[in-house]
């Protein structure tokens, strides 16, 4: 079974910066594409960043030019850098993976930006 564990949340104040990581690990088949998505309270899980096997990027508008996703496709794992953080972004951060066949989600990871 395929798993993903995620880590890098905690609390930050407005304006710092976080680094959420995750690492798939198990059987794979292939994954093209590795992301993040967050659900805030009261709000639909979105998309913040993908990145594909080729390195293409796709970003959440609220986030561009604060966020940065980085992948590597031998350790299958995904990263994304966040800074210049807002309140707003304080939500439960889901790691992503998609398979030609299957998608994984990690567990969640909290990020909390104080004002």
């Known amino acids: 079974q395929v798993q993903l564990v995620e880590s890098g949340g905690g609390l930050v104040q407005a304006g710092g910066s976080l680094r959420l990581s995750c690492a798939a690990s198990?059987?794979?088949?292939?994954?093209?594409?590795m992301g993040w998505y967050r659900q805030a309270p009261g709000k639909q899980r979105e998309l913040v960043a993908r990145?594909?096997?080729?390195?293409?990027?796709n970003y959440v508008d609220s986030v561009k030019g604060r966020f940065t996703i980085s992948r590597d496709n031998a350790k299958n794992t995904v990263a994304l850098q966040m800074n210049s953080l807002k309140p707003e972004d304080t939500a439960v951060y889901y790691c992503?993976?998609?398979?030609?066949?299957?998608?994984?989600w990690g567990q969640g990871t909290q990020v909390t930006v104080s004002s």
């Open positions: 198990g059987l794979i088949f292939s994954i093209n594409a």
């Open positions: 990145i594909t096997n080729s390195g293409s990027t």
């Open positions: 992503n993976a998609n398979s030609p066949v299957l998608s994984y």
